[in-house]
Nanobody, 115 residues
Framework: QVQLVESGGGLVQPGGSLRLSCAASGTIFSGNAMGWYRQSPGKQGEWVARILSGGFTYYAVSARGRFTISRDNAKNTVHLQMNSLKPEDTAVYYC?????????WGQGTQVTVSS
């Protein structure tokens, strides 16, 4: 069993920054993939960024140049540094870990970008 706990969401003004963190606990295998998915009311959910255990990264077009995903394999954590935030980045952000054919999700953290 795997548990994921996100932190770091909140309210920020347009142009500001936030850093999301996700800590995984339980039975974690090497070779997993971790990432961030977001969902906002009335909009289709989207993958924001993903990172493999070897460091390969993927970013949604909307996140490139503004967001940076990183991970610490020793601590089983993944972070999302979000800069130059826009109102359209407002969403609930979910952390996901994929391993051995299974997907595990965190409870989500709200990010609100508003003046």
């Amino acid at each position: 069993q795997v548990q994921l706990v996100e932190s770091g969401g909140g309210l920020v003004q347009p142009g500001g920054s936030l850093r999301l963190s996700c800590a995984a606990s339980g039975t974690i295998f090497s070779g997993n993939a971790m990432g961030w998915y977001r969902q906002s009311p009335g909009k289709q959910g989207e993958w924001v960024a993903r990172i493999l255990s070897g460091g390969f990264t993927y970013y949604a077009v909307s996140a490139r140049g503004r967001f940076t995903i990183s991970r610490d394999n020793a601590k089983n954590t993944v972070h999302l540094q979000m800069n130059s935030l826009k109102p359209e980045d407002t969403a609930v952000y979910y952390c996901r870990l994929s391993q051995n054919g299974g997907d595990y999700w965190g409870q989500g953290t709200q990010v609100t970008v508003s003046s």
